[in-house]
């Protein structure tokens, strides 16, 4: 929490929340909300919303937890490792849903093993393709019908067009407000970074939808008058999933460098690319096509020049000084990514390091070093 | 100008003294033990004593390795990276890659022909293939740690050992013992494990020659000879290569302290 914004105590106080996972869900259901855990960014948040559940994606805080790792897979990631134990162990809480998706082997074992020790009354695995073609469409629109209409029985409401379309407004402005915090970072003085980024993106998934567009655009309305700082570096973060904020602390606290853009799973993937309603597309197709197409994809996507021109783009449009390419230990998706982008980037004469840890991560020592030595090469 | 470049690793902290002239003035080893605070400081006071300098005629000190953070006495901290390819540059003009292998962990550099780090890869995820498994395997086969390269060299036998792991390793030794194979060829194979290992890590900066190896491993002659063959070249070895990185910390302490002198 290196940049200015971290000073407020508005955010200190939605930091402050977010560093509490468990208990935030034990208050979001006590003041009555159904809660539906999400596993992945490819599960529609608007089509659980008018389903009659509250989205909520699953963190764990700073767990790194390997009790339960016996009952998955020793080659997972830290992110799978920790939810198994936090949802069998009861820590999650009361959730009523479970959504996840098919986005990797060890989500979809995890999702299989909560189900299996811990079965929350009602869940749903969204089959999600690999390759983002018609036939994809189809099966993923045709997923999200069939999960809507579950979620519809097991809450017992009646919705429809009308009920999709006011979720997709909703989210749409939630969306809207974190695009607004991100393009304040192509400034050359900054008021917030990775770190704080990752706070306010982390609320908005986690916050009852309302709370968090009043809330953040509180905030928003801060960052606006505050004095940026220059960071000694600008950086692009690409990679899988910072469950805290712990890596980006580590680059911005001690090594004065700041994240100035992300192609990441808990930030702009969530935030980048509206739902668009205006070419009269139905409100499920609307959804299916903004999750699988209106956004850079992740690494579970075949297709890796799609990244690498997004991050070639970011690189210029923010006018970085280098490129993190971070994938969590295990992570095979982003590490099969990690040569062919490598390989671009030296084309391209933009400077990279590959950054490979748990999150978050005991050894500091080493990736540290890493780090340092990167900047001082830059 | 009087200047102390301190290299803090896990296993041992170095200090090297250089004058305007960039000359070797002093320097010492010391074991870093549980405190690189405390060995840091005694490094800088042997590697002075050698020098026949007094502390306050010292312009500026810089610190690098894994205990460089947390010295009140060190004015600058860089990687060991950036100080490895500085240092071997400096000794060896020719140097674009550079292999270090450490007591805990090993890098590779690669390196400009001004001796800037253009790339580089580290092994820390596991020891086999560092220090600290030649010095496990030493004290199994109960043989001192300077004489294992000597031993390798009078191997006459292919003996291959394939644990990955250095604990694992360790059995897999005691076992090749017990099957009547003789120390030279099991030593032999274990040198050429983390030859393989170390080659490995090298390629991903790709190897270009002229190649310098530093660290205390090179001093193990065993080591070397593997790696000449395998990689084809004669690698740039310096008199005393655990110094390397200090030596590329004393540089740069010098470059800083030139500036900031000339600039007042």
């Known amino acids: 929490m290196a940049f200015p914004l971290s000073q407020s105590d508005k955010f200190k106080e939605l930091s402050s929340r977010m560093s509490e996972p468990f208990k935030l869900i034990g208050d979001l259901k006590s003041q009555g909300h159904k809660m539906a855990g999400v596993l992945c960014t490819y599960v529609p948040e608007e089509v659980i919303m008018a389903g009659g559940f509250s989205p909520i994606r699953l963190v764990t805080g700073a767990s790194n ?18 939810c198994a134990a936090a949802a069998i162990e009861g820590k999650f809480g009361d959730l009523d849903a479970l959504i996840g998706a098919t986005s990797c082997v060890p989500k979809i074992r995890l999702f299989e093993a909560w189900n299996y020790y811990k079965p929350t009354p009602f869940n749903f695995i969204v089959d999600t ?8 469409f189809e099966l993923y629109r045709d997923e999200l019908v069939d999960l809507f209409g579950k979620l519809k029985e097991q809450s017992k409401v009646e919705a429809g067009d009308a009920e999709l379309k006011d979720a997709i407004q909703k989210v749409n ?55 940026g700082k220059k960071p000694a570096k600008r950086l692009i973060f690409s990679g899988s999933i910072a469950e805290t904020n712990q890596i980006y602390d580590m680059i911005e606290t001690n090594c004065q460098a700041a994240i100035v853009a992300d192609d990441e799973c808990i930030g702009s993937r969530y935030y980048e690319g509206p739902v668009n309603l205006d070419d009269g597309a139905s409100p499920i197709d609307a959804i299916a096509n903004r999750y699988l197409s209106g956004r850079m994809p992740c690494s579970r996507d075949f297709g890796v020049e799609k990244r690498i021109d997004n991050i070639k783009q970011l690189y210029k449009d923010y006018r970085a000084d280098g490129v993190l390419h971070f994938s969590l230990k295990f992570c095979d998706l982003y590490q099969y990514d990690a040569p062919v982008i490598r390989r671009a980037l030296i084309e391209a004469e933009i400077p990279l390091n590959l950054i490979e840890v748990d999150d978050p991560s005991g050894g500091l020592g080493p990736e540290r070093t890493r780090l340092e030595a990167f900047l001082e090469m830059l | 100008m009087i200047v102390v470049g301190i290299d803090s690793g896990s296993l041992s902290t170095d200090a090297v003294v250089l004058d305007e002239n960039r000359k070797v003035l002093g320097k010492s080893v010391v074991r870093t033990g549980a405190s690189n605070v405390k060995a840091s400081e005694s490094a800088l006071e042997e590697a002075l004593n050698a020098a026949g300098i007094k502390k306050a005629d010292v312009g500026y000190v810089l610190s690098t390795g894994y205990g460089r953070n947390g010295l009140d006495f060190s004015d600058a901290q860089v990687t060991e990276i950036t100080c490895h390819a500085r240092g071997a540059h400096f000794l060896f003009p020719g140097t674009r890659t550079v292999i270090d292998i450490g007591g805990q962990d090993s890098k590779a550099i690669k390196v400009s022909e001004k001796g800037k780090v253009l790339d580089f890869a580290m092994n820390d995820k596991c020891a086999a293939g560092t220090g600290r498994f030649l010095e496990v395997m030493a004290r199994t086969l109960e043989v001192e740690l300077d004489d294992m390269g000597e031993q390798s060299l009078k191997s006459t036998n292919e003996v291959t050992v394939s644990s990955m792991c250095t604990v694992f390793a360790e059995s897999e030794v005691v076992s090749l013992v017990a099957a009547g194979h003789p120390k030279e060829d099991i030593i ?17 900066v790709g190897n270009e020659p002229e190649i310098t190896f530093t660290g205390g491993v090179a001093k193990n002659k065993g080591m070397v000879a593997e790696l000449e063959k395998k990689l084809n070249v004669k690698l740039n070895i310096f008199e005393d290569p655990q110094i390397v990185g200090a030596i590329g910390a004393g540089l740069i302490a010098l470059e800083r302290a030139q500036k900031a002198a000339a600039a007042s």
């Open chain 2, 188 to 204: 032999r194979g274990l040198h050429k494990a983390i030859s393989e290992r170390t080659i490995a890590l090298a390629s991903r």
């Open chain 1, 129 to 136: 393709p690999r390759t983002m073609s018609e036939k994809g």
């Open chain 1, 65 to 82: 937890s390997t009790s339960q790792m016996h009952k998955l897979h020793a080659n997972y990631c830290s992110y799978a490792k920790s």
């Open chain 1, 173 to 227: 402005k939630l969306r809207e407000v974190l695009r607004k915090f991100a393009a304040l970072r192509q400034e050359d003085n900054i008021v917030l970074g990775g770190s704080e980024m990752h706070t306010i993106t982390l609320a908005a998934q986690t916050l009852p939808k309302d709370e968090a567009i009043e809330t953040l655009n509180e905030i928003l309305d801060e960052a606006k008058s505050m004095e």
